[in-house]
């Protein structure tokens, strides 16, 4: 019998359908970013992965939307749209605010006792419950915020040369760091999958030691690959990400 999904390229939250024959990996953004990055990664791929971009609200292709502010809101609301990509191989990929979605998100999705990720990526991410070094951004004022956002990133001031741009961000990076600062984990049972980290040499902002604590959160087991790079590894140094995202997806479909 043929399955036919609900999910099509005009949905909210997914650009992509699901694939049959492919690992469908869906990808999340870090704070104040989106998943249009990810539409480059495709090209550069085998057939054997299928990116799937989540289109957080906020920015990109649903800039007008409302961004959400905590985290419980935001997981409800993906775990209810993300249903029919768990009837095939699926896999999660977080860039540092996005390992913490992924994280919440299967956790959900084992409490709703769907099908589980056959991995979860954690890009320059530590984990949930790993000490935080986060801006304040609970601030009307434009340049207290911006201050604060240089703090944690002084690569932000590469952007503010772009004064309209830099208006146009402010909203879902404060929308995003509020969902951060407020995100306080219950200990849960653990995952099922194996979870799979990248981590920056030269990441100052999440240094490679808080990403270690992954592997208490998942009896799958747990890798954690140093490449050479910052925060920004999905830009700057995307190949050996791509090279693993394409060999683990050989390694699920030939069993």
């Given at each position: 019998m043929?399955?036919?999904?609900s999910?099509h390229s005009?949905?909210?939250w ?7 024959g492919?690992?469908n990996?869906?990808?999340l953004?870090q704070?104040?970013g ?5 539409n480059?990664?495709?090209?550069l791929?085998p ?5 799937i ?5 906020g920015?990109g292709?649903?800039?007008a939307d409302p961004?959400f ?10 775990a209810?749209?993300?249903?029919p990509?768990t009837a095939?191989?699926?896999?999660l ?5 996005g390992?913490w979605?992924a ?10 006792r769907?099908?589980a990720?056959?991995?979860?990526f954690a890009c ?6 790993a000490?935080r ?7 009307d004022?434009?340049e207290?915020?911006?201050a604060e ?21 402010l909203?879902?990076?404060?929308a995003?760091?509020t ?8 200990q849960?049972?653990?995952l099922?999958?194996?979870i ?6 030269r990441d100052q902002?999440?240094p490679l030691e ?6 208490e959160?998942t009896?799958g087991?747990?890798?954690l ?6 925060h ?6 995307p190949r ?11 390694q699920?479909?030939t069993?």
């Open positions: 043929r399955v036919e999904f999910v005009t949905s909210v997914f650009s992509v359908p699901p694939t049959p492919r690992l990996i869906l990808c953004p704070a104040g989106d998943t249009s990055l990810y480059r990664w495709q090209r791929l057939p054997t992965v299928a990116l971009p989540v289109l957080l609200p920015r292709l649903r800039l961004p502010r905590a985290m419980a809101d935001l997981i409800t609301a993906l209810d749209a993300i249903t990509y095939l191989p699926y896999a990929f977080g860039s540092s605010m390992g979605i994280h919440a998100l299967a956790q959900e999705l084992l409490q709703r769907l099908s990720p056959v991995a979860l320059t991410s530590s984990t949930p419950f000490k070094r986060l801006p304040n951004v609970d601030t004022d434009r207290t915020l911006i956002i240089l703090a944690f990133n002084p690569d932000f001031d590469r952007v503010l040369v772009y004064p309209e741009l830099v208006d146009l961000l909203p879902v990076i404060k995003d760091f969902l951060c600062n407020g995100y306080r984990p219950q849960a049972p653990r099922t999958c194996p799979i980290g990248f981590a920056g040499s902002i999440i808080t990403m270690r604590g992954w592997a959160l009896e087991g747990f890798s690959t140093e490449l050479d790079g910052d920004f590894l999905i830009e700057t140094a050996p990400i791509l090279t693993a995202l394409a060999a683990y997806a050989e699920v479909l069993g």
